[in-house]
């Protein structure tokens, strides 16, 4: 993020010039908000487009906070959200890559209480194989309230639909999530006396699915 100062660099040296009535007010009121929701907002535009456009992202979302200072409300973050999702809108490429960097967003964030490092990836393949058969709409509502904490009143906002349409997304996605994280994790069939399964067949628990029940 780029923090906007009120100043300007020429050749030769630091001009300062001298703020307008209000602007430094305004650049504390920025800089507050920038601290509280900028690690928010550039996770939500790390699902949204590649690693290195998110400073972009964070960058204009901010400026245009910067801009409009009366627009902003009085719980800021669901706003910041959609003046990200408005600013992605013009970096998206196509379905397929959207896809691939969502993906690998949800890949890079993924936490796990798995007791090994084998156990952890397979927990997180197995989620992220879940989370392929929800749309795109239905992966955005569950993380929207899951990892980014919103009410569905506010995740509708950002979602740009009503509160009903986004609650009937979410309810779909968790019945879609648990059935292919059930079906993707079933225990193997009974092996003989003394045989052992493999690592990969053993329960576990998916810290997502947990979270979103």
């Known amino acids: 993020m780029r ?34 929701h900028a690690a928010r907002v550039h996770a ?19 400026l245009v906070a ?18 990200a999702r408005n600013v992605i809108a013009n970096q998206r490429r196509t379905a397929r890559r959207a896809d ?4 690998a967003a949800v890949r890079d964030g ?10 952890a990836v397979h927990e997180r393949d197995s989620m992220v194989r879940a989370l392929e058969q929800c749309t795109r709409a239905e992966r955005e509502a569950l993380l929207l309230t899951a990892w980014d904490g919103l ?20 309810h779909r996605a968790r019945s879609r999530l648990r059935a292919a994280y059930a079906a993707d994790t079933a225990p193997a069939p009974a092996r003989p006396a003394g045989e052992h399964a493999p690592s990969s067949h053993r329960p576990r628990t998916a810290t997502l699915a947990q979270e979103l029940s």
Do not use: K
Request: aromatic share 8%.
């Open 3 to 36: 923090v906007i100062r009120v100043e300007q660099r020429t050749q030769g040296g630091v001009t300062r010039h001298h703020a307008p009535e209000g602007a430094t007010d305004r650049e504390a009121e920025l800089s507050g908000l920038f601290r509280q």
């Open 151 to 170: 009410s569905p009143a506010q995740a509708a906002e950002v979602a740009d639909c009503s509160v009903r349409a986004f609650t009937v997304r979410l």
């Open 110 to 119: 993924w936490t796990s209480a798995a007791p090994s490092a084998d156990e």
């Open 66 to 83: 910067w801009r409009r200072p009366d627009q902003v409300p009085q719980e800021p973050l669901p706003w910041l959200l959609v003046v």
């Open 100 to 103: 691939q960097v969502w993906f």
């Open 44 to 62: 939500y535009a790390r699902r949204h487009v590649e690693q290195s456009q998110c400073d972009d992202v964070v960058s204009e979302t901010f």
